[in-house]
């Protein structure tokens, strides 16, 4: 019923930026909460920021400061600004939505920091 696709992931230098977008479509009509995840290699999957219908957010300490997450609730769209990158962000992102009692997960997108 709900699709997530990802898009903006790729490499950057530490100190960079990039900018995350997923798109939910499907039969919706309204999503409660969306959010990013990221899992880097040999570890848990940890909740990155996410955004509630409502416009609260709430982030990781680790990305305080540095990672902007914002929606567009008309297009079912959250995005992620990342500044300041740094090697320990490296890790696949993943977006989820919550919709009607459900999880969603997108396919997730590689990004890499690394000069």
């Known amino acids: 019923q709900v699709q997530l696709v990802e898009s903006g992931g790729g490499l950057v230098q530490p100190g960079g930026s990039l900018r995350l977008s997923c798109a939910a479509s499907?039969?919706?009509?309204?999503?409660?909460?969306m959010g990013w995840y990221r899992q880097a290699p040999g570890k848990q999957r940890e909740l990155v920021a996410n955004i509630r219908s409502g416009g609260s957010t709430n982030y990781a300490d680790s990305v305080k400061g540095r990672f902007t997450i914002s929606r567009d609730n008309a297009k079912n769209t959250v995005y992620l600004q990342m500044n300041s990158l740094k090697p320990e962000d490296t890790a696949v992102y993943y977006c989820?939505?919550?919709?009607?009692?459900?999880?969603?997960w997108g396919k997730g997108t590689l990004v890499t920091v690394s000069s």
């Open positions: 989820k939505a919550f919709y009607l009692g459900m999880d969603y």
């Open positions: 499907g039969s919706i009509f309204s999503i409660n909460t």
